[in-house]
């Protein structure tokens, strides 16, 4: 294989010569922890995100050298960039000049644009679907959309007010803090009219106690009430306090976890070693089938199923599913849960390796 590439070394293309010369440099190494990082695991970065940063790292004079795991990770695109071909075209499809930028790039940039957030470091992960407050049908509609940064989480509220003979103002939520966290700061949205969405924020700091990461609040929309005529949406001077009670946010344990994808999980397994290795049996007697157990672990965990061990084969008793993912503060994080189904459900046996003792606590414990 070195051969090979060294014979591309003298090849007419700058970007062959680059990249032969990187992958000989780094076969030569003979490390295997080397060649899982840069050969069989490749970039898991944000390529934006490792831009951004970048160039932040360039305006200030420092002495520390830049770290990759303040790069937030590689996730799914917002809209997939498709090239349209008009009737006859048989042209090949023009490729995009611009790497397209994922939901949480674009989430990074809002939040960053917000005073009281701009020194809270990169945003490590944002939930992938908003979790809905309301009902679909009520006066006021809410969601909710958790941001995960180092050391603190950020509430995202989406409101809509459905009421053509209201305006609202000062709208805000009240989040009664779970154990451990707490609430900092509130971003009121200065007015909601009538089917015209706004947004409020509330910043929250996660417990000191590192393996205190999961809570529940209780949330309670607040505002002040101006009747407005229904034709113009002109309010009244004067107004009234009122809130409306919505459901409860959960923080779990996917909130501190990013997935990554490892096609060589055995690879990786062994890159990360026993140092902070745990495992425990649990019974899973809510879960009577193999396939409802991995998809509820893959959920709960907030984890990417490695070697399509998400897939289960027609007729087995038995099945070992492949997580993993990078813990908040950009700890590796692998997962081993080995199945079978019993008489009261699925048996588990599950092993969890990572860089930090900590994430493998957290990791470890989560299911039980």
């Known amino acids: 294989c070195i051969v090979l590439l060294e014979r591309c070394l003298l090849d007419t293309d700058d970007e062959v010569r680059d990249r032969a010369t990187f992958y000989v440099h780094v076969l030569q190494q003979k490390q295997k922890a080397i060649n ?20 932040h790292y360039t305006l200030e004079p420092t002495e520390q050298p830049f770290d990759m795991k303040s790069v937030p990770l590689e996730t ?20 995009t000049d611009k790497v397209a930028a994922s939901r949480q790039d674009v989430y990074a940039e809002q939040l960053r644009a917000i005073p009281e957030f701009a020194n809270l470091g990169n945003l490590f992960k944002s939930s992938s679907l908003p979790v809905e407050l309301t009902e679909s049908e009520t006066e006021y509609v809410v969601q909710c959309v958790k941001h ?34 707490d609430v900092l700061k509130t971003i009121p949205c200065p007015s909601l009219p009538y089917n015209k969405p706004g947004t409020t924020y509330t910043l929250v700091r996660l417990p000191e106690d590192a393996q205190l990461v999961t809570g529940t609040f209780s949330c309670t929309l607040k505002f002040i009430v101006k009747d407005c005529d229904p034709n113009t949406g ?22 501190h976890v990013q997935r990554v994808m490892k096609p060589n999980f055995s690879a990786s397994w062994e890159e990360v070693g026993p140092e902070n290795e745990l495992e425990d049996t649990y019974a899973l007697s809510t879960m009577k089938t193999l396939e409802d157990a991995v998809k ?30 990078v813990y908040r503060g950009g700890h590796d994080a692998l997962v081993r849960a080995k199945l079978a189904l019993s008489d ?25």
């Not at 809209?79 to 023009?94: F, L, N, W, Y």
């Not at 002109?234 to 909130?255: F, I, K």
């Not at 699925?346 to 299911?367: F, G, K, N, W």
């Open 36 to 55: 899982s990082a840069y050969i069989l695991n490749g970039l898991q970065v944000s390529v934006v995100g490792l831009e951004r940063a970048l160039h």
């Open 76 to 95: 799914q695109p917002m809209t997939e960039q498709k090239a349209v071909r008009e009737p006859g075209d048989t042209a090949a499809p023009k490729s």
């Open 148 to 181: 995960t940064f180092g050391r603190y989480m950020v509430f995202q509220f989406d409101c809509t007010n459905t009421l053509n003979d209201q305006v609202l103002e000062r709208v805000t939520v009240q989040m009664d803090p779970a154990e451990g966290f």
């Open 234 to 255: 002109e309010p009244d001077d004067e107004g009234y306090e009122d809130e409306y009670v919505l459901e409860d946010v959960e923080v779990t344990v996917a909130d």
């Open 296 to 325: 509820q672990i893959i959920q709960f965990m907030g984890m990417q199923p490695c070697e399509r061990s998400d897939k289960i084969a027609e007729g087995k008793s038995s099945h070992t599913l492949y997580l993993a993912g």
């Open 344 to 368: 009261n459900g699925v048996t588990m046996q599950l092993t969890v390796r990572s860089s930090d003792p900590d994430a493998s606590e957290v990791l470890a414990t989560a299911i039980g």
